[in-house]
């Protein structure tokens, strides 16, 4: 791999680890300080590799310099003179004896309970998630603000709360006792829900599919699973949503980098070994009191990979909708239901019930309605393809539904 790809890749695979063991060691209040030591890092990596080449291990490099840079501060930056360096010396430790873990376990350990300490209870759940999307999960403001429906001034100002808040309770890095476990790790799981689902469908970014942001999110999912204290019902369920998911990726895209709809994939491209591991865990969540959103999307997930006996297959998955509206109601999933109440009990049913949704902002509805309306009423529906053209950014969506519209109009 090149320097001017490879420098990109470690930073998206390493500075959300660097930066959790730091912030664990700095203090959650010097989280910007961190960050930009970070970014130092990957700066003084791009110049030093550009004269010297790249190193024989890149990665350990980066640790090396960013823990060096972080000694370095904590013995002359007077920044850390009454918190962090006063707390090193309480535990016997001088600033010269000072170390800092970034072993494979404590990284592990320090994202995990970064999460837990910015999904803390005295922040809003939007505030928690946001700020948990920016600082673990890489997101920019304007990829939390459309997750959000909201807009860039407004989770900006939330994001400086939260952390103005964080730094007033005191919050440290580490594992939440026992009773709070199940409350917080619901705040997580969202924030690991988002980020897959910001990497299975991108709402911001040129291209349809970013691998990278859906693996960190299974990443994390998993690492809930292999600890003790997390390893519930509900984040095995999301573990077997995000692997049905998944198992379908070498089919959503073609060759050309085009986006290719559910009924025109190759199952043949599906990931067979996926398709395993999600049944493993949604057997797993299986032994839970009750079910979760989590359960629900997940046995719909899995029902999509289920290719023979059509009739059960779209009966069961409009079932599984109505139970998920039923626990927790959201506009998309009734979208969702659209399109399975269209294969049970046809178009016309379908139109009727998706038109009563308004979603007249949300390129899906018009994509939707545009497919609806194809058989009966191709003007309508180039209507709605034009529609959902100006309302989406990938270009993989623009070409499919350019070449929806040239066919409707031939």
Same mark, same amino acid.
């Not at 026992?178 to 689902?197: A, D």
């Not at 079932?319 to 109440?341: G, K, M, Q």
């Given at each position: 791999? !090149?320097?001017?790809?490879?420098? +990109?890749?470690?930073?998206? /695979?390493?500075?959300?680890? @660097?930066?959790?063991?730091?912030?664990?060691?700095?203090?959650?209040? $010097?989280?910007?300080?961190?960050?930009?030591?970070?970014?130092?890092?990957?700066?003084?990596?791009?110049?030093?590799?550009?004269?010297?080449?790249? +190193?024989?291990? +890149?990665? /350990?490099?980066?640790?090396?310099?960013?823990?060096?840079?972080?000694?370095?501060?904590?013995?002359?930056?007077?920044?850390?003179?009454?918190?962090?360096?006063?707390?090193?010396?309480?535990?016997?430790?001088?600033?010269?004896?000072?170390?800092?873990?970034?072993?494979?376990?404590?990284? !592990?350990?320090?994202?995990?309970?970064?999460?837990?300490?910015?999904?803390? +209870?005295?922040?809003?759940?939007?505030?928690?998630?946001?700020?948990?999307?920016?600082?673990?999960?890489?997101?920019?403001?304007?990829?939390?603000?459309? &997750?959000?429906?909201?807009?860039?001034?407004?989770?900006?100002?939330?994001? #400086?709360?939260?952390?103005?808040?964080?730094?007033?309770?005191?919050?440290?890095?580490?594992?939440?006792?026992?009773?709070?476990?199940?409350?917080?790790?619901?705040?997580?799981?969202?924030? %690991?829900? %988002?980020?897959?689902?910001?990497?299975?469908?991108?709402?911001?970014?040129?291209?349809? %599919?970013?691998?990278?942001?859906?693996?960190?999110?299974?990443?994390?999912?998993?690492?809930? @699973?292999?600890?003790?204290?997390?390893?519930?019902?509900?984040?095995?369920?999301?573990?077997?949503?995000?692997?049905? $998911?998944?198992?379908?990726?070498?089919?959503?895209?073609?060759?050309?980098?085009?986006?290719?709809?559910?009924?025109?994939?190759?199952?043949?491209?599906?990931?067979?070994?996926?398709?395993?591991?999600?049944? #493993?865990?949604?057997?797993? &969540? &299986?032994?839970?009191?009750?079910?979760?959103?989590?359960?629900?999307?997940?046995?719909?997930?899995?029902?999509?990979?289920?290719?023979?006996?059509?009739?059960?297959?779209?009966?069961?998955?409009?079932?599984?909708?109505?139970?998920?509206?039923?626990?927790?109601?959201?506009?998309?999933? /009734?979208?969702?239901?659209?399109?399975?109440?269209?294969?049970?009990?046809?178009?016309?049913?379908?139109?009727?019930?998706?038109?009563?949704?308004?979603?007249?902002?949300? $390129?899906? #509805? $018009?994509?939707?309605?545009?497919? %609806?309306?194809?058989?009966?009423?191709? &003007?309508?529906?180039?209507?709605?393809?034009?529609?959902?053209?100006?309302?989406?950014?990938?270009?993989?969506?623009?070409?499919?539904?350019?070449?929806?519209?040239?066919?409707?109009?031939?």
């Amino acid at each position: 791999m !090149q320097q001017k790809e490879l420098i +990109p890749h470690l930073y998206r /695979a390493e500075f959300r680890k @660097i930066t959790a063991v730091l912030a664990r060691t700095f203090g959650i209040e $010097h989280i910007e300080i961190v960050e930009d030591l970070v970014s130092d890092t990957f700066l003084l990596a791009a110049e030093t590799w550009g004269l010297k080449g790249i +190193p024989a291990n +890149p990665v /350990a490099w980066l640790y090396t310099v960013a823990k060096n840079k972080a000694k370095d501060m904590l013995k002359h930056n007077t920044i850390f003179d009454q918190k962090v360096v006063a707390e090193i010396k309480r535990t016997s430790k001088s600033t010269l004896e000072f170390d800092i873990d970034l072993s494979s376990k404590n990284i !592990q350990d320090s994202q995990l309970q970064m999460m837990f300490a910015i999904c803390h +209870p005295g922040i809003p759940p939007e505030a928690q998630i946001g700020l948990a999307l920016h600082i673990l999960c890489g997101f920019g403001i304007e990829e939390i603000a459309i &997750a959000f429906l909201s807009n860039k001034e407004t989770i900006t100002k939330r994001l #400086y709360r939260a952390r103005e808040k964080l730094k007033e309770l005191n919050v440290k890095i580490e594992f939440p006792p026992e009773p709070e476990i199940n409350n917080r790790v619901q705040t997580v799981l969202t924030t %690991l829900y %988002l980020l897959f689902n910001e990497g299975y469908y991108s709402s911001t970014r040129d291209k349809v %599919l970013s691998h990278d942001l859906c693996l960190e999110a299974m990443r994390l999912t998993r690492m809930l @699973i292999e600890n003790k204290g997390t390893d519930k019902p509900f984040v095995n369920a999301l573990m077997a949503l995000m692997c049905f $998911h998944s198992s379908r990726f070498e089919a959503r895209i073609n060759p050309k980098g085009e986006l290719v709809l559910y009924d025109e994939q190759d199952s043949s491209l599906w990931n067979k070994e996926l398709i395993r591991q999600g049944e #493993y865990y949604l057997n797993k &969540a &299986a032994g839970g009191d009750l079910p979760s959103k989590y359960h629900f999307e997940a046995a719909i997930a899995y029902w999509h990979t289920v290719k023979n006996n059509e009739t059960e297959r779209w009966q069961r998955i409009l079932t599984l909708y109505n139970h998920l509206l039923v626990l927790e109601y959201s506009p998309i999933a /009734a979208l969702n239901r659209t399109y399975a109440l269209a294969k049970v009990q046809g178009n016309e049913k379908a139109i009727e019930e998706a038109e009563k949704l308004k979603l007249d902002d949300n $390129h899906l #509805y $018009h994509l939707l309605l545009g497919e %609806l309306y194809s058989e009966c009423n191709p &003007a309508k529906a180039i209507q709605h393809f034009e529609s959902a053209k100006k309302l989406i950014k990938p270009s993989a969506d623009k070409k499919l539904i350019l070449k929806k519209i040239k066919k409707l109009d031939h």
